[in-house]
């Protein structure tokens, strides 16, 4: 593997989801990190996924931004919105929102290892919110 394929292999160890949800979440969540919380691009892709019932998952995703934002300890890594792969940040944030309801536990200790904290507990609230009205809509967020 040449030098610059490696670096890349570093920084995105995880290929992005296949399922609507989940890439949904992912761009969604990109979009609003480098826009801020009232992204254009963002709420444009909740309308064309969701109709008329955008703006319930377009609340809580940004919710659960800014309460990222403001529990977190660290800096969380994105990749641009056009990469096809995930950082680690990205993918442990995927998979904690798939897991916030049926597994809290474990999606919690993702959320605490993603922010360097010791308790997530808003964060993990939101990132149930999230994962509950994605459901509701009918693009659940799931990861294989």
């Not at 989940?22 to 480098?34: F, H």
């Not at 008329?52 to 609340?59: A, I, Q, T």
Request: contains cysteine; positive net charge.
């Amino acid at each position: 593997m040449t030098e610059p394929a490696a670096s890349t292999a570093r920084l995105l160890p995880h290929s992005a989801p296949d399922e609507s949800g989940a890439r949904l979440l992912l761009l969604s969540v990109r979009r609003i990190g480098v826009g801020g919380l009232n992204d254009a691009h963002a709420a444009s892709q909740m309308i064309g996924a969701f109709g008329l019932g955008f703006r319930r998952p377009l609340v809580l995703v940004r919710a659960l931004m800014a309460e990222l934002a403001r529990a977190s300890s660290r800096s969380i890594m994105i990749a641009p919105s056009c990469c096809c792969r995930m950082t680690m940040a990205e993918a442990m944030l995927v998979r904690a929102v798939a897991g916030a309801n049926s597994d809290p536990r474990a999606a919690h200790d993702r959320l605490c290892r993603l922010c360097g904290i010791e308790t997530a507990i808003g964060v993990l609230s939101s990132a149930q919110a999230v994962a509950q009205a994605f459901a509701d809509l009918g693009r659940p967020v799931e990861i294989d």
